[in-house]
């Protein structure tokens, strides 16, 4: 197996699993943890005794993930928080939510005359105590939820 003409044979990231079942053979790739890092071209590359090779198609993967996530944040009442998410928008471009304790953050949850977000930044004008709780930016791709980043004020 081939990432971006690189061997990965030896790369600790990926397990490879060949079948010899049925008469044939077959190979598999496993990405154990998904990163930005394994977004490229795979190719799978069959060599043969006699000295020949074969190429599969190339796939192309593209991983999403957070570039900037919410952190923890701790304020003095009537002081402002601003928590920022950006994610990787290439080739598609996410919509991306808040959420507030599990509830997805809206104008009924925080007063719109002192909260206000847009799609990749939620500010606070003016914590108070009813503001404490654990904030997450979700980002959904088409009918996939892609990745969630999560950040607490207190």
């Known amino acids: 197996w081939y ?16 079948d010899q079942s049925g008469g044939g053979r077959s190979s598999n790739l496993t990405v154990s943890a998904a990163s930005l890092s ?49 994610i990787k928008k290439d080739p598609t471009t996410p919509t991306i939510t808040w959420e507030k304790d599990n509830t997805p953050f809206s104008s009924n949850i925080a007063d719109t005359s002192t909260s206000t977000f847009t799609s990749s930044e939620l500010r606070l004008t003016s914590v108070s105590l009813s503001d404490m709780g654990f904030y997450r930016c979700k980002a959904v791709f088409g009918y996939v939820d892609a990745s969630f980043a999560g950040g607490t004020v207190s």
């Not at 003409?5 to 600790?12: A, F, G, H, W």
């Open 38 to 86: 394994n977004t490229g071209a795979y190719r799978c590359v069959a060599s043969f005794t006699d000295g020949q090779t074969i190429n599969s198609n190339t796939a192309n993967i593209n991983v999403y993930g957070f570039t900037t996530t919410p952190s923890l944040k701790k304020n003095i009442e009537g002081t402002g928080v601003t928590m920022s998410c950006s």
């Open 3 to 18: 990432k971006d003409n690189v061997d990965l044979t030896s790369n600790s990231g990926y397990t490879i699993t060949d």
